[in-house]
């Protein structure tokens, strides 16, 4: 078993730079790779990015050049830093990893991320 808890989300404004965080805890050893998603209001979940969590390989969503996805192994984390905001990345964002290639078994409960103009 993996818990995923997500931080870092809140009120920001348009054009500031925000960095999300994912705490991994249990079995991390079993995981194979971490993404973040994210659900926009009215729109299904959809992945961001997503990496390997022991080899060094990151991908990234058509369209998220704005997101940088990174890992510390050390310490059981993974970042999302968005750069810069902008509305339309009002969402709540979720951590998600995978100890297979086939699906994410394990989810955090979400941060919720609202970006004024």
């Known amino acids: 078993q993996v818990y995923l808890v997500e931080s870092g989300g809140g009120l920001v404004q348009a054009g500031e730079s925000l960095r999300l965080s994912c705490a991994a805890s249990?079995?991390?050893?079993?995981?194979?790779?971490m993404a973040w998603f994210r659900r926009v209001p009215g729109q299904e979940r959809e992945l961001v990015a997503d990496l390997k969590w022991v080899a060094d390989f990151t991908h990234y969503a058509s369209g998220k050049d704005r997101f940088t996805i990174s890992k510390d192994n050390a310490k059981n984390m993974l970042y999302l830093e968005i750069n810069p905001v902008t509305p339309e990345d009002t969402a709540v964002y979720y951590c998600?990893?995978?100890?297979?290639?086939?699906?994410?078994?394990?989810w955090g409960q979400g941060t919720q991320v609202i970006v004024s103009s």
């Open positions: 249990g079995h991390t050893f079993n995981i194979d790779s």
């Open positions: 998600a990893a995978a100890e297979g290639l086939s699906s994410w078994d394990y």
